[in-house]
């Protein structure tokens, strides 16, 4: 008896079942995505890798997230993609076709099969019944190329929905109210498998925002069941064919459970600087506010464009905020706009935006000098809209649309005189079918005379080198917890631009968490990171492992580490260290010189002693790693570790 999660995994497994959570298994890989800010590092990998074709069921490139083309790196990396995708058999979704995960999931998208994306929130998936995860782009190259990919097996959690949400309560709220309760952090190695009464009642775009947003929690994944709801949406996408049930076995069972009563649950938001910051709605209500942002992968379905409108419909936006919108994709836009909502858009202020991710990640829209900004989009991390001293929060489209109505933080209800209106509102029964903006793959052969056109922002991926054998290194930074990657390496339209030149990238490491952190590492050419918990969340940008590797960081020590990041700094030659008694990091400085003998052996034991020199003490740190991570460690990361494996079998 097997819930669905065991179910999609043992579909997939590629090596020995886990006996226990944590335990590695290795996975096949169906589906990969990959976008254009973390593309061009994965296909260097791919390359590297000498494979002439992509070797899974389906792959896709995706040109979404940087389409400002602000000078001329990012056109060049566009163009660059184009041509990778037409070597390797890839298609690739043009700029203007929408979201990755959007585009993916109403697609491509297939319940039972495996996707695993070069973005965190490639979870969306999920809401498919699909076992989706977002990964670096090491491991989706590994996965491109047809190769077994490492995976911890994650405690599988029953979340059990029951009743039905009340008009003006979103999917959004149901998120919120599990990050309220399990912070950023409390998903670590865990999957959330919803079930339950409750769950019938989410539309497969309501699901898509649950399980885009389990990223948030640091989970690997979220599994819903692939029912009748998803059979309906998959008929309106034209592709019934694809769908194949998934439900848990009666009689299954979890590691944990819990349960959200869906009637109870009243609007929500995220506040300022962390997803988990979470309060009710009428908590912070009357918060004036400059700026509104609706839409993103995580809240621009056709439905949450609609209910927004509806809040919205005959007024006209309040004449101190500025209210943007990025719709999800080129499909559900051109539905809108045949529905007349983009009209009511039009007429009450809106500012569309172009069906990109943009403003999410601070691509344009950046917020005012201390500005207030209210967002349905995922991440509220200090500087994420791209204004250092802003202040995001986190909010469904109902309430996003009733704040620029008000011009103060409100509910619906503040704004409407019958919310009953946002419980009428569905997703159409046939979405408007268009493909001609994804690039099949070419034939082998027509692939074979294709030349990568490599413009000169794409410069080579940094190789590192073996482990040595004594690491002896000064604390270049003391951090401290839920450092997120876009604190190593923000993601404006300028920083995202400079994705393919790592040289030029890796002068902006910390540059906003720790401006000092660059200026010192040109002199000490060499050190160690420390850090507090949860190291590493938020997205899965390999940037923010290699920068830190390129400037000669040799480890990072730390009270406890995000799962993405932890594995991209394995596949570039970081040593992810936790400290065995958590106290030690406040007995180290910054500057401290601190040694590993026998780096190599001390690994294989998983414990490690090192000296502080400066302070003439040592402390233990534990290696929380495979025998497979182990050794890719000691090779130097994992394209040295690939090849050295294929140089043995030869
Ligand atoms: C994000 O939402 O933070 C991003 C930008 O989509 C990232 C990917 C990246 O940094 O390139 C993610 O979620 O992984
Ligand atoms: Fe794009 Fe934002 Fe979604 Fe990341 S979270 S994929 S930046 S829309």
Redesign the pocket.
């Known amino acids: 008896m097997k819930n669905m999660t065991q179910k999609l995994i043992s579909s997939h497994l590629m090596s020995a079942p886990a006996e226990q959570p944590k335990d590695e298994i290795y996975i096949k890989v169906d589906q990969t995505l990959t976008h254009d800010?973390?593309a061009v590092m994965s296909y260097l990998a791919f390359e590297a890798l000498n494979i002439p074709r992509v070797k899974t069921e389906l792959s896709v490139s995706y040109l979404d997230?940087n389409l400002l083309y602000i000078d001329n790196k990012t056109p060049d990396d566009h163009i660059f993609l184009q041509s990778i995708a037409k070597k390797y058999g890839i298609y690739l979704s043009r700029p203007g076709n929408g979201i990755c995960h959007t585009v993916q999931y109403s697609r491509f998208g297939k319940p039972g099969k495996s996707l695993m994306g070069t973005?965190?929130?490639t979870t969306s998936g999920g809401a498919l019944g699909m076992l989706a995860i977002?990964a670096g782009g090491m491991d989706v190259a590994t996965a491109m190329a047809g190769l077994p990919v490492r995976l911890k097996m994650p405690a599988v959690v029953k979340m059990n929905l029951k009743g039905a949400l009340r008009p003006g309560v979103a999917a959004k709220d149901v998120i919120l109210e599990m990050l309220r309760r399990y912070s950023v952090k409390g998903g670590v190695c865990k999957a959330y498998e919803f079930v339950g009464e409750g769950v019938k009642t989410l539309s497969v775009t309501e699901r898509m925002t649950i399980a885009n947003m389990i990223a948030e929690l640091g989970a690997t994944t979220a599994v819903f069941p692939a029912d009748e709801v998803t059979r309906e949406f998959l008929r309106a996408q034209g592709r019934e064919q694809d769908y194949t049930p998934l439900y848990p076995d009666e009689g299954c069972t979890y590691d944990e459970e819990d349960e959200i009563d869906l009637s109870l649950l009243e609007p929500m938001v995220a506040c300022p600087h962390m997803p988990d910051q979470v309060k009710p709605v009428r908590e912070v209500q009357g918060l004036k506010v400059n700026q509104v942002f609706i839409g993103s992968c995580t809240n621009g379905s056709y439905s949450d464009i609609r209910k927004a409108a509806a809040v919205l419909k005959g007024k006209v936006v309040h004449e101190d905020v500025s209210v943007t919108m990025a719709i999800s994709s080129r499909q559900i836009y051109r539905r809108l706009l045949s529905d007349g909502i983009i009209a009511d858009l039009i007429d009450s202020g809106v500012r569309l935006t172009e069906l990109a991710?943009g403003a999410?990640?601070g691509i344009g829209q950046a917020p005012a000098t201390n500005g207030i900004s209210v967002r349905t989009s995922n991440?509220n991390f200090k500087g994420r809209g791209g204004t250092a001293d802003a202040s995001l929060y986190l909010v469904s489209p109902e309430v996003a649309a009733a704040t620029a109505v008000a011009g103060v933080l409100c509910t619906p209800d503040q704004v409407m005189d019958d919310v009953s209106v946002l419980g009428t509102i569905h997703e159409p029964d046939e979405y408007p079918i268009d493909d001609r903006m994804i690039i099949p793959p070419l034939s082998e052969e027509e692939a074979a005379k294709v030349e990568i056109i490599r413009g000169p922002n794409i410069k080579p991926l940094p190789i590192n080198t073996p482990l040595p054998q004594e690491i002896a290194v000064p604390v270049a930074l003391k951090a401290g917890d839920n450092v997120s990657?876009d604190d190593i390496t923000p993601?404006n339209a300028q920083f995202s631009s400079m994705r393919s030149n790592i040289p030029l990238i890796a002068e902006y490491a910390f540059n906003r968490y720790a401006p000092g952190f660059v200026p010192r590492m040109k002199e000490l050419h060499r050190g160690i990171i420390v850090g507090g918990e949860n190291y590493g969340q938020?997205?899965?940008?390999e940037h923010a492992a290699i920068t830190p590797m390129y400037w000669g960081i040799k480890a990072v020590i730390t009270k406890s580490f995000a799962r993405i990041h932890k594995n991209n700094l394995i596949n570039h030659g970081v040593l992810p260290l936790v400290f065995a008694d958590p106290a030690d990091y406040d007995r180290i400085d910054e500057l401290d010189e601190l040694v590993i003998p026998d780096a190599p052996q001390q690994l294989i034991s998983r414990t490690l002693t090192v000296y502080n020199k400066t302070k003439g003490s040592s402390f233990n740190v534990k290696a929380e790693l495979s025998d497979d991570e182990v050794q890719t460690l000691i090779c130097g990361g994992q394209i040295p570790y690939i090849k050295s494996k294929a140089g043995e079998q030869q």
Do not use: L, Q
Request: glycine share 12%.
């Open positions: 800010i973390t997230h973005d965190s929130h977002g991710c999410c990640t991440r990657t993601a938020g997205s899965s940008r």
